[in-house]
Each structure stands twice: as structure tokens, then as C-alpha cells.
């Protein structure tokens, strides 16, 4: 690991303000993730901004009667909150589905958010990655690619998003809220959260420089039958193949999004018109346009099932 220097902040404002006049600065609140890759240079900060002291560890009910999350809400308190169980139920399940219990008591609400891949030729520091170094190239097109992404990837990158929470978030149109460097605030749907790799795959998210995230907002509950179903390697502490967050109605009607295929969470509103007609036309209509390699063809095919298994289990 690389020397840092480090600093507590003692609001989210003076956080961005440090970050923004620091270069190569990062924050670190549980650091999961990121002192993993600080252990392996993959990541290497200058500069650490602790955040833990900001309070940002409340779970809030909003006027509009959705429910605001901190961005210091570690996971096992998010997963154990009665009103996430009881209206959210999608979130707790899909929690609790990722990472060790562990890992869970440090991991937070913002940092899941901000997780970053785990295609292993980022993590290969011998290895070609725009992700991770701009300009060198992507090993993973021609090598090993049976995790990474089977669309919305590019000619640059095919690297996934690699949690849970995130997906389940998704299916529920989670809204991030910000502050910016500038001290000023921001809301950014999740659905514009993550930035498609293009032509600047190192950039995973639409965060300006010094930007933090304060808390997560979850509109009011939408009823209905929450599963949230997860597909891997090994049965436990492993990240997807294949996960479907599903939100079924009495009707047949619903929503769907799936992790482990893209960049970012995937879901369409043309899927979602689909979920009364099974799961076929609905991933049809998710993957249109899906571009796998000869490895990772068979993530078409296992959405496809999970997806029909989290539909017969939402008629039980």
C-alpha cells in the first residue's frame, strides 16, 4: 500500500471541500472496498477524508411517505430496520444476499453504491484495464469473461457492477441525494447514477470531483411481492452471475431489474410492460441488443429461468 495522508471532515460540506482541493483525494467511510484495493494498488489515494463523524446514519421517514437512508447506514442496520422489512422488503433481501455478516457491520449505504468491479483483469495490475489505467486497453475482451457484462458494455470495457443493494434499489427508483464541492445539493435518480463505459470507462458514475453522497431516498412503498433472487458460483459470499430484483403486483403486472449483466443495474420500461407475459418476453425485451462473448452467452439463458422461478415463486 502507497503512503496517504488523512484527514477527518466534521460536515458533508467541508467533506467535498477537501476532497475538491485535494487531488487524488478519496473518501473512506466502512472501506470494504476500497482498502482492498489500496492493499493491491490497484486504487492508490493520496489522500484519505475519514466521513464517519458526518451523522449521516439515520433512516428518516420523508413527507411524501418514502423513507430517506443515510449514507452511513451500515447494511445490517439497513437490512434490519422494521419499515425496510415491512415496505421494502426488496432492499433487505437483496442486503443480506451480499457480502459476509462481516462485512455487512462496516459496509455502507453510500460506499455499496460506489463499489467498484470485480472483473479480475482490473484488479491484475499486469493486466490491460481502461478502468482501472485509461488508454491501456481491455484484457477481458479476448481473455477470461464469463463474469463480466453481456450488455451495455463497449469496445473499451465489459466490466459490471458488481452489488446487490444497488439492484434492488433500482427496481424501486431510488434517488441519490448529493453535495457538491461548491456546498451546493443535488438529487440524481439512480437510474442516471452509473455511467455507461463509452469512451471513459473509468468513470463509473456521474459524481463530479469532491462530490458526496449524503443519503439514499426510496419513494413511498408500491406494495406487491417482493423476491429477490441471486445466482453464483458458490452458495454463499460470492458476487452474481445473475440476480433479479422483482417487484410482482396481484395482477401479474411489475417490475424488473437485473445485476451482474451490465455497468450498472439493468432495467428497461419495456420489460417491465412485458412482466404479465412471462419471463421470456421480458428478458427478450431487457437483452435486446445484448452483446455476449462465446463465455458469458449463457447469462441470456439464466436470467431468462431465474427470472420464471422469481415469477412462480410470486404466485405462491
Same mark, same amino acid.
Given at each position: 500500500m502507497k503512503a496517504f495522508t488523512y484527514e477527518r471532515a466534521s460536515s458533508p460540506a467541508e467533506a467535498a471541500a477537501a476532497a475538491a482541493r485535494t487531488p487524488g483525494a478519496r473518501f473512506i467511510a466502512g472501506g470494504?472496498?476500497? +482498502?482492498?484495493?489500496?492493499? +493491491?494498488? /490497484?486504487?492508490?489515494?493520496?489522500?484519505?477524508?475519514? /466521513?464517519? @463523524?458526518?451523522?449521516?446514519?439515520?433512516?428518516?421517514?420523508?413527507?411524501?411517505?418514502?423513507?430517506?437512508?443515510?449514507? +452511513?447506514? %451500515?447494511?445490517?442496520?439497513?437490512?434490519?430496520?422494521?419499515?425496510?422489512? %415491512?415496505?421494502? @422488503?426488496? /432492499?433487505? %433481501?437483496?442486503? /443480506?444476499?451480499?457480502?459476509?455478516?462481516?462485512? %455487512?457491520?462496516?459496509?455502507?449505504?453510500g460506499g455499496n453504491l460506489l463499489q467498484r468491479t470485480r472483473c479480475p483483469y482490473f484488479y491484475d495490475t499486469n493486466q490491460r484495464c481502461n478502468k482501472r489505467n485509461p488508454g491501456s486497453g481491455c484484457a477481458a475482451l479476448e481473455g477470461v469473461s464469463r463474469q463480466l457484462a453481456v450488455i451495455g458494455g463497449s469496445k473499451d470495457c465489459i466490466a459490471t457492477y458488481p452489488g446487490d443493494m444497488a439492484v434492488a434499489m433500482r427496481a424501486l427508483d431510488a434517488t441519490v441525494q448529493t453535495v457538491q464541492a461548491d456546498g451546493s445539493e443535488r438529487s440524481i435518480p439512480l437510474a442516471q447514477f452509473y455511467r455507461a463505459p463509452a469512451d471513459a470507462p473509468h468513470l463509473d458514475t456521474v459524481l463530479g470531483h469532491g462530490e458526496l453522497i449524503t443519503s439514499v431516498t426510496l419513494p413511498k412503498p408500491i406494495g406487491g411481492t417482493h423476491i429477490y433472487r441471486k445466482v453464483r458460483d458458490r452458495a454463499s459470499y460470492a458476487f452474481a452471475l445473475v440476480s433479479i430484483a422483482a417487484v410482482v403486483q396481484n395482477d401479474g403486472s411489475g417490475r424488473v431489474a437485473v445485476g451482474g449483466v451490465a455497468y450498472a443495474p439493468w432495467r428497461s420500461d419495456a420489460a417491465d410492460a412485458q412482466l404479465a407475459n412471462g419471463a421470456k418476453a421480458v428478458t427478450g425485451a431487457l437483452f435486446a441488443g445484448a452483446k455476449p462473448t462465446e463465455q458469458n452467452r449463457f447469462k441470456l439463458l439464466l436470467a431468462e429461468r431465474t427470472l420464471a422461478a422469481v415469477l412462480a415463486e410470486a404466485k405462491e
Open positions: 470494504t472496498n476500497l +482498502l482492498d484495493l489500496m492493499k +493491491l494498488e /490497484v486504487e492508490t489515494p493520496g489522500h484519505l477524508i475519514d /466521513v464517519n @463523524a458526518l451523522k449521516l446514519d439515520t433512516i428518516e421517514s420523508t413527507p411524501e411517505g418514502g423513507l430517506k437512508i443515510g449514507a +452511513l447506514v %451500515r447494511n445490517t442496520d439497513l437490512a434490519a430496520n422494521p419499515r425496510i422489512r %415491512r415496505d421494502y @422488503a426488496l /432492499v433487505s %433481501r437483496a442486503v /443480506v444476499a451480499g457480502a459476509s455478516g462481516q462485512l %455487512r457491520n462496516k459496509a455502507t449505504t
